[in-house]
């Protein structure tokens, strides 16, 4: 059974860079038929895709985020990563990775399964 | 405001069937992507409920299923359970910002 393990600072001063590691088990991040994604949820807010990474390497972003993220992929070690730069209180929020895939085309993707998410608070 | 609208909240009786509308435009629902819906309990992370507009994944009571009709979607549960208390949130991918987007999310409240 494929889990989803996220990792990193729970605390990030602003204006630096908000650093985080999902390491994937039961299963490869190498294969061809999934990509994996980064999503965020602010406390009491709703959801928001950050970005996603195929194990090419190749990325996609959310437009209103691109300039300050990106997303990476580290197949030696089965895990991918997530840095936004420049956080403000704003980034604070709960962060999940989940492997995104379906059944054709990428636009038709879902998010599953989810890790347990981590909570990162941006405060001096 | 999220790009997909859902209703903030609804509420039904136990044993009642409610359901919950996921309003989209042309550049994702309504271009034909496929709609899929997640349930967080509270306290947890977000689960796959529904996928590719109607689908469940195994394990998915079949009180739980979803329709997709023009630039919306909604979905039903009947036979209101307490158990069913949690966040619902809409998925979908949106042609003019070339990435996934969720709804707003709506709570369910069984009273």
């Known amino acids: 059974q494929l889990q989803l393990q996220e990792s990193g600072p729970g605390l990030v001063k602003p204006s630096e860079t908000l650093s985080l590691t999902c390491a994937v088990s039961g299963g490869s991040i190498s294969s061809s038929t999934y990509h994996w994604g980064w999503i965020r949820q602010p406390p009491g807010k709703g959801l928001e895709w950050l970005g996603s990474v195929f194990y090419s390497g190749r990325a996609y972003y959310n437009p209103s985020l691109k300039s300050r993220v990106t997303v990476s992929v580290d197949t030696s070690n089965n895990q991918f990563s997530l840095k936004v730069k420049s956080v403000t209180a704003a980034d604070t929020a709960v962060y999940y990775c989940?492997?995104?895939?379906?059944?054709?085309?990428?636009?038709?993707?879902?998010?599953?399964?989810w890790g347990q998410g981590t909570l990162v608070t941006v405060s001096s | 405001q999220s790009v997909l609208t859902q209703p903030p909240s609804v509420s039904g009786a136990p044993g009642q069937r409610v359901t919950i509308s996921c309003t989209g435009s042309s550049s994702n629902i309504g271009a034909n992507y496929d709609v899929n819906w997640y349930q967080q309990l509270p306290g947890t992370a977000p689960e796959l409920l529904i996928y590719g507009n109607i689908n469940r994944p195994s394990g998915v009571p079949d009180r739980f299923s979803a329709s997709q009709s023009g630039t919306s979607a909604s979905l039903a549960i009947t036979g209101l359970q307490a158990e069913d208390e949690a966040d619902y949130y809409c998925?979908?991918?949106?042609?003019?910002?070339?990435?996934?987007?969720f709804g707003g999310g709506t709570k369910l409240t069984v009273l």
């Open positions: 998925q979908s991918y949106d042609s003019s910002l070339n990435g996934w987007v």
């Open positions: 989940a492997r995104l895939g379906g059944d054709s085309e990428v636009a038709g993707f879902w998010f599953d399964p």
